[in-house]
């Protein structure tokens, strides 16, 4: 082979290295993801499964509500399975269900246990006559799918056992 053709040769095998090289896409880190017990904001088919063992053990929730406007929070105390007028705001939250040790498992979220080890508190916030939001307050994950509004700031913070009724 004469030396311009094996040049040649050479010259388009290193050329296609390279091209094979460079199409190879750099992988770009993911967005930081949120821990696998957390929901996604919304999907769609999803159902919440309350195990017997957590049902009528709780009776409310404290969630603390920040005014970004007058940098004031306050705490309110609001039991499942009802609803929160906040005042001066036109807001109103209404807390559906409480899991002390929130898990998801595929489409359905649940309990593993009545400890506390993951709280969450399914919530609806209505301004008006619209729905808001519709979601999950994690105590351990405040930031995680939180409600954004333009004054207020919703935590959950603290939850309430059901008191045991003596016979």
């Given at each position: 082979?004469?030396?311009?053709t094996?040049?040649?040769?050479?010259?388009?095998?290193?050329?296609?290295?390279?091209?094979?090289?460079?199409?190879?896409?750099?992988?770009?880190?993911?967005?930081?993801?949120?821990?696998?017990?957390?929901?996604?904001?919304?999907?769609?088919?999803?159902?919440?499964?309350?195990?017997?063992e957590?049902?009528?053990?709780?009776?409310?929730?404290?969630i603390?509500?920040?005014?970004k406007d007058h940098?004031?929070?306050?705490?309110?105390?609001?039991?499942?399975?009802?609803e929160f007028?906040?005042?001066?705001?036109?807001?109103?939250?209404?807390v559906?269900n409480?899991?002390?040790?929130?898990?998801?498992?595929?489409?359905?979220?649940?309990?593993?246990?009545?400890?506390t080890?993951?709280?969450?508190?399914?919530?609806?916030?209505s301004?008006?006559?619209?729905?808001?939001?519709?979601?999950?307050?994690?105590?351990?994950?405040?930031?995680?799918?939180?409600?954004?509004?333009?004054?207020?700031?919703?935590?959950l913070?603290?939850?309430?056992?059901?008191?045991?009724?003596?016979?």
């Amino acid at each position: 082979m004469p030396r311009p053709t094996r040049l040649a040769l050479l010259l388009l095998v290193a050329a296609l290295i390279a091209v094979a090289g460079c199409s190879k896409q750099e992988e770009k880190p993911s967005k930081e993801v949120a821990p696998a017990t957390v929901p996604p904001a919304r999907k769609s088919g999803a159902r919440v499964v309350v195990p017997g063992e957590v049902q009528g053990k709780w009776a409310a929730v404290k969630i603390a509500v920040l005014d970004k406007d007058h940098n004031k929070e306050q705490v309110y105390t609001i039991e499942i399975g009802s609803e929160f007028a906040l005042p001066d705001s036109g807001l109103v939250l209404k807390v559906r269900n409480f899991l002390p040790a929130f898990i998801m498992d595929g489409t359905t979220m649940t309990s593993a246990s009545n400890e506390t080890r993951n709280p969450a508190a399914q919530i609806v916030i209505s301004e008006g006559k619209t729905e808001v939001f519709k979601g999950w307050l994690f105590s351990l994950y405040p930031g995680t799918h939180a409600f954004q509004h333009p004054r207020y700031s919703f935590t959950l913070v603290d939850f309430v056992p059901a008191t045991v009724k003596k016979d």
